[in-house]
């Protein structure tokens, strides 16, 4: 079955570095596109980032921009999220998602918290 399975989160100071990892199986990671959320509490769920299949193309919500950068290693079929600069709000659960036969598939997440 597919399963995603999230890492690397934990406790921050504000400018400081993360890298979250996101470890896939059950499914060809190596044709599908990524994408990483995140949820705060009371607030919706948002799209953090996007990769493509190939790794060739990454896009990005406007609050993370030049400073959070996805990629993967198909070989391993995993997942990054570099998290660089990070800011109070970015504070979140952060998952990683696939889409396969039209339903979205998600990860048991992992928890960011930026603070000093």
């Known amino acids: 079955q597919v399963q995603l399975v999230e890492s690397g989160g934990g406790l921050v100071q504000p400018g400081g570095s993360l890298r979250l990892s996101c470890v896939t199986s059950?499914?060809?990671?190596?044709?599908?596109?990524m994408n990483w959320y995140r949820q705060a509490p009371g607030k919706e769920r948002e799209l953090v980032a996007t990769?493509?299949?190939?790794?060739?193309?990454?896009n990005y919500g406007d609050s993370v921009k030049g400073r959070f950068t996805a990629s993967r290693d198909n070989a391993k079929k995993t997942v990054y999220l570099q998290m660089n600069s990070l800011k109070p709000e970015d504070t979140a659960v952060y998952y990683c998602?696939?889409?396969?036969?039209?339903?979205?598939?998600w990860g048991q997440g992992t928890q960011v918290t930026v603070s000093s």
């Open positions: 998602s696939v889409r396969i036969l039209a339903t979205t598939r």
């Open positions: 059950g499914f060809t990671f190596s044709i599908k596109s």
């Open positions: 990769i493509t299949a190939s790794g060739g193309s990454t």
